[in-house]
């Protein structure tokens, strides 16, 4: 092991990754499966087509979230006050 460094060159500090579970979209998925078998019928492509109506019919939100679902987000700039230029700061931890 080097200093500064808790893992040996090549070794992984997360060997199995990032978690597979997203436990929002593992509640709508439930939510959505429970209304759909439910009396009012609603399922994923109910709400899918509820969006689409709504950008269509000039609802800005509405049409942001299809071109987020579609392009991503926005990258957005980081941007200092008007006369000066952003302020970063960085700090070091030094080891005991």
Known sequence: MTIGRPFQPGQSGNPNGRPKSKPFREALDRAIKAASEGSDGLSLDDIAKALLMKAKSGDVPAIK???????????????GGEEEDPEIKVSWLARS
């Open 65 to 79: 979230e299809l071109a987020e679902r579609y392009d991503g987000k926005v990258a957005q700039a980081i941007i």
